[in-house]
């Protein structure tokens, strides 16, 4: 089954991020709760974490300068089952 990962919102007010940094490439395994990514909002640098286990199929968005909507798709893992 394929989940779609998303721009979180990290914040109250955040409308928007830049991913600046993955920390897995495509047909990686990712497992729940490993840190994933690396965004840039306007506060601060955060993590974000798979919300699943399974193997990194697509990176969506990978230029380092585009902003992202929260919400957004920003990537697809596989998942068992």
Same mark, same amino acid.
């Given at each position: 089954? @394929? +989940?779609?990962?998303?721009?979180?919102?990290?914040?109250?007010?955040?409308?928007?991020?830049?991913? /600046?940094?993955?920390?897995?490439?495509?047909?990686? =395994?990712?497992? !729940?709760?490993?840190?994933?990514?690396?965004?840039?909002? @306007?506060?601060?640098?955060? @993590? +974000?974490?798979?919300?699943?286990?399974? +193997?990194?199929? !697509? /990176?969506?968005?990978?230029?380092?300068?585009? @902003?992202?909507?929260?919400?957004?798709? +920003?990537? /697809?893992?596989? =998942?068992?089952?």
């Amino acid at each position: 089954m @394929e +989940v779609e990962v998303v721009m979180p919102r990290l914040g109250s007010e955040m409308t928007k991020g830049t991913i /600046i940094e993955w920390f897995k490439k495509e047909g990686d =395994t990712v497992n !729940k709760d490993e840190a994933l990514f690396l965004v840039d909002t @306007e506060k601060a640098a955060l @993590e +974000v974490e798979a919300e699943v286990t399974g +193997v990194l199929k !697509k /990176i969506l968005v990978n230029d380092k300068k585009q @902003e992202i909507l929260v919400g957004k798709s +920003v990537a /697809i893992i596989e =998942t068992e089952g």
